[in-house]
C-alpha cells in the first residue's frame, strides 16, 4: 500500500531541504513507519508542488540518512532501523534497567548528542527541529507536550547522523518515561522544558557545539527538579 504525504507548508529555504526536513519529520514522528512506500517520485513531486529536481535531492538526502531505500524500478520505501543500530536496540531491550541508571545515561549520551547535531546538522535538521518548536506551548496537554518532547530529542539524534546515537536516544525516551511524563504534567514544566529546547536548538542553529552540550545538561537538570529525580 503506498503512503499518503500530508502537505508540505513553504517557507524561505532551499525547496529540497524544506522537502527533505518534512518527509524525515514524518518518519521521526511515526506517521510514516518502517515499510510504507512513498508514492513514484513524480506524483510525490506533483502532490508536493515542487520540481522533481528538488524532490531528487530530498531523496538523495533521506537515502544518506538512511531513512528510506530507493530501489531501481521498485521506488522508495522508509528503512527497518540499520542492522547494528537494530541489535543494539534488542540486546539493551532485555535489559532491567533502574531509573537512575537511565538517568545517568541520559545525562552522558543527549549532550553528546546536542554537540554532534550542532557540528553535523544541515538545513534540513534545523528545519526539522524549528518545526516542531513552532508546534510547542506551555498550553498543550501533558500528553501532547510529551509526544513533541519526544519528537524533538528524537530528530536532535538524527541531526546527530549516528544511527546508533538514535538508537540510545530511543531506549532512554523508554526508560524515562515516567520522569518526562512528571516534567510536563504542569504549565510550568512544559514552559521550562520548551525554554530548554530553545537553547539548545539556537546552539545547534549556529553550529556551536559546546554550547549546544552546555545547553542540554541545563535542561536535563531542569527536567530532573521539575519531576523530583535523582540519579
Avoid at 47 to 73: D, H, P, T, W
Wanted: proline residues 3%.
Amino acid at each position: 500500500m503506498t503512503a499518503s504525504i500530508p502537505p508540505l507548508r513553504r517557507r524561505v529555504h532551499s525547496v529540497s531541504s524544506e522537502v527533505a526536513a518534512h518527509l524525515e519529520g514524518l518518519i521521526t514522528s511515526g506517521e510514516l513507519r518502517a515499510g510504507d512506500r512513498l508514492p513514484p517520485e513524480r506524483e510525490l513531486a506533483a502532490n508536493m508542488n515542487v520540481s522533481r529536481s528538488s524532490l531528487r535531492q530530498a531523496m538523495f538526502e533521506l537515502e544518506s540518512k538512511k531513512l528510506i531505500e530507493r530501489r531501481q524500478g521498485r521506488g522508495s520505501t522508509v528503512t527497518e532501523p540499520g542492522r547494528h543500530a537494530g541489535s543494539l536496540a534488542e540486546g539493551l531491550g532485555g535489559v532491567e534497567t533502574e531509573l537512575g541508571y537511565a538517568l545517568e545515561l541520559r545525562d552522558l549520551v543527549e549532550p553528546r548528542i546536542a554537540q554532534l547535531a550542532a557540528l553535523r546538522a544541515v538545513e534540513s535538521n534545523l528545519l526539522s527541529l524549528d518545526e516542531v518548536l513552532t508546534r510547542c506551548n506551555e498550553s498543550l496537554s501533558p500528553a501532547e507536550s510529551l509526544r513533541l518532547d519526544i519528537e524533538f530529542h528524537t530528530l536532535l539524534a538524527h541531526a546527530a547522523q549516528n544511527p546508533l546515537l538514535v538508537t540510545l536516544c530511543t531506549m532512554t525516551t523508554e526508560w524515562t518515561r515516567r520522569t518526562r511524563t512528571l516534567s510536563h504534567r504542569s504549565r510550568h514544566g512544559r514552559r521550562l522544558s520548551l525554554a530548554g529546547h530553545h537553547r539548545i536548538y539556537e546552539a545547534v542553529a549556529v553550529h556551536d557545539g559546546a554550547g549546544a552540550a552546555a545547553a542540554m545538561e541545563q535542561h536535563l537538570r531542569e527536567v530532573r527538579e521539575i519531576s523530583g529525580s535523582r540519579r
